[in-house]
């Protein structure tokens, strides 16, 4: 229903930041979306969430580091990321919830319909 592009991944040194950027082709205002990652031979792992009405939730992992955040005016989804260590390298999703449909808690956002196809982020010690 929605088409999602991620931007923004890149390799960055332990203890640094980044942006990243969720552009979507629909409007983003009532609707839930998320973050979610996967590292090479791991689990997926849903970062952050935000609900209809604005409310966030974050991974116990990434709580206190990252800052998920919404711009309706520009249909665009952010993940700001701070003080990142080498556990943080993964490949990043964005992910949406149809119109309409119920919101996740952050552990399950990528059971949402519609994800991008992720970008990178590499952190090196």
């Known amino acids: 229903e929605v088409q999602l592009v991620e931007s923004g991944g890149d390799s960055v040194q332990a203890g640094g930041s980044l942006k990243l950027s969720c552009a979507a082709s629909?409007?983003?205002?009532?609707?839930?979306m998320g973050w979610f990652r996967q590292a090479p031979g791991k689990e997926r792992e849903g970062v952050a969430g935000?609900?209809?009405?604005?409310?966030?939730q974050y991974a116990v992992s990434v709580r206190g580091r990252f800052t998920i955040s919404k711009d309706n005016e520009k249909n665009t989804l952010y993940l700001h990321m701070n003080n990142l260590t080498p556990e943080d390298t993964a490949v990043y999703y964005c992910?949406?919830?149809?119109?309409?449909?119920?919101?996740?808690?952050?552990?399950?956002?990528?059971?949402?319909?519609?994800r991008g196809q992720g970008t990178q982020v590499t952190v090196s010690s």
């Open positions: 935000i609900d209809i009405y604005g409310n966030t």
């Open positions: 629909k409007s983003t205002y009532k609707r839930c």
């Open positions: 992910a949406a919830q149809n119109g309409g449909g119920l919101c996740f808690a952050a552990a399950g956002v990528y059971e949402y319909p519609n």
